[in-house]
T-cell receptor, first 112, second 111 residues
Framework: NAGVTQTPKFQVLKTGQSMTLQCAQD?????MSWYRQDPGMGLRLIHY???????DQGEVPNGYNVSRSTTEDFPLRLLSAAPSQTSVYFC???????????FGEGSRLTVL | KNQVEQSPQSLIILEGKNCTLQ??????????LRWYKQDTGRGPVSLTI?????NTKSNGRYTATLDADTKQSSLHITASQLSDSASYIC??????????FGKGTTLSVSS
């Protein structure tokens, strides 16, 4: 049982480049979400999904896109990377409602 | 405004000592509260959940308390170990499923 798997673990981009952070879970969780974690800011919600075909914006959605075509996968797309998007990104999933969040190991992104 | 405030921001203690981390919240309506532990370079992992009716819950050397009247929670760590060095994040779940995150307390345990 792998839980929540994120790839890549590390990535360096140049300003203006695009990329996709991958997230997959094997727990059949309906709810999936993406967070970014910056020093002194805590975890901030970027986008979330309550099921396949349903996505919604979180606290800091600008510059990011998501889609949810299957229950298992929830990729995060950076359309045109900016230095302000340098951060550690976490994908998380839960059963729903007030269930425990299961986090991936994180993806550290640096935008030059 | 729904907020979760954690204190202290950071803490350094000697191995074997006890410590207490604080979490104050203004989230309403309240559903439950979780404490997560985040080791350096890893994702957060849930330590315990506190519901409205629970005052105290233990998980090994970790004991969480909740005072729903004063909207305060604490996480007490007994006989600290080097492996307790981590960030501890308080998350309050608002009824209706919204999660409000604290910024965390960074604990360093030294030998």
């Amino acid at each position: 049982n792998a839980g929540v798997t994120q790839t890549p673990k590390f990535q360096v981009l140049k300003t203006g480049q695009s990329m996709t952070l991958q997230c997959a879970q094997d727990m059949n969780h309906e709810y999936m979400s993406w967070y970014r974690q910056d020093p002194g800011m805590g975890l901030r919600l970027i986008h979330y999904s309550v099921g396949a075909g349903i996505t919604d914006q979180g606290e800091v959605p600008n510059g990011y896109n998501v889609s949810r075509s299957t229950t298992e996968d929830f990729p995060l797309r950076l359309l045109s990377a900016a230095p302000s998007q340098t951060s550690v990104y976490f994908c998380a999933s839960r059963v729903g409602g007030t269930g425990e969040l299961f986090f991936g190991e994180g993806s550290r992104l640096t935008v030059l | 405004k729904n907020q979760v405030e954690q204190s202290p921001q950071s803490l350094i203690i000697l191995e074997g000592k006890n410590c207490t981390l604080q979490c104050n919240y203004t989230v309403s309506p309240f559903s439950n509260l979780r404490w997560y532990k985040q080791d350096t370079g890893r994702g957060p992992v849930s330590l315990t959940i506190m519901t409205f009716s629970e005052n105290t819950k233990s998980n090994g050397r970790y004991t969480a308390t909740l005072d729903a009247d004063t909207k305060q929670s604490s996480l007490h760590i007994t006989a600290s170990q080097l492996s307790d060095s981590a960030s501890y994040i308080c998350v309050v779940i608002q009824a209706g499923t919204a999660l409000i995150f604290g910024k965390g307390t960074t604990l360093s345990v030294s030998s």
